[in-house]
């Protein structure tokens, strides 16, 4: 007969893991970290920009509390290993413990690090500031310009929720789990090959 822990152990990884790259069967139940927070993220038709700069933050957030999500679940799946007493626990436990509680706070330093001056750091607005040349002041006004172009009816987009290609009037974007590829099309080379 299979031990309670195994059976958690599997389960979680099982679950951590589709959470993380999301079937379609997830997706389709609603268990994405945008349909999640939806409340939280905003529309995405209305800002673009600013939608996947909270959307990534976000997902960098839970995704990395899922180890210490596992600790806490198998202080319910494994009483009898006592993990909520810390100072009773092996060595091996106790440094998972430590390494999850870092991971997390590593991510909330990260994010309040992006947060700061209005998003100014966030890799996202980094990108957009490589792209600052007349008549854009700062990366603000590029996010507004490719939010006012997103909005528009003639933007081609395909792919899975987690690698999307957008192709709006001027712009392409792959939109990624953590991150958002972005170029000009003048800048680009395009072969459609299927």
């Known amino acids: 007969m299979e031990s309670p822990e195994l ?19 997830f997706r389709s139940a609603g268990l994405t970290v945008q349909n999640l927070f939806s409340s939280r993220l905003g529309s995405e038709d209305v800002g673009f920009i600013q939608y996947h700069i909270r959307r990534t933050s976000i997902t960098i957030l839970v995704h990395s509390a899922l180890p210490l999500g596992y600790y806490m679940g198998m202080c319910v799946a494994a009483p009898e290993k006592n993990l909520g007493y810390i100072y ?26 992006w947060s700061r001056g209005r ?3 966030h890799p996202i607005s980094k990108m957009l500031q490589a792209h600052v040349q007349p008549p854009f002041s700062s990366w603000g006004s590029v996010a507004v ?14 792919g899975a929720p987690g690698a999307r290609v957008i192709v709006t009037d001027t712009w392409v974007f792959k939109v ?11 800048d680009c080379h ?3 090959t299927e």
């Open 190 to 192: 395009v072969t459609v």
């Open 7 to 25: 059976s958690f152990t599997l389960a979680y990884i099982v679950l951590s893991f589709c959470f993380v790259f999301t079937p379609t069967e």
């Open 145 to 158: 310009s490719i939010n006012t172009e997103f909005r528009h009816i003639d933007k081609f987009a395909t």
């Open 176 to 186: 990624t789990t953590y991150h958002i590829y972005m170029a000009l099309q003048s």
């Open 119 to 121: 998003w100014h750091n």
């Open 88 to 113: 009773q626990v092996s060595d091996n436990w106790r440094a998972f413990l430590l390494l999850s509680l870092c991971l997390q706070l590593v991510s909330w330093i990260i994010v309040f690090y």
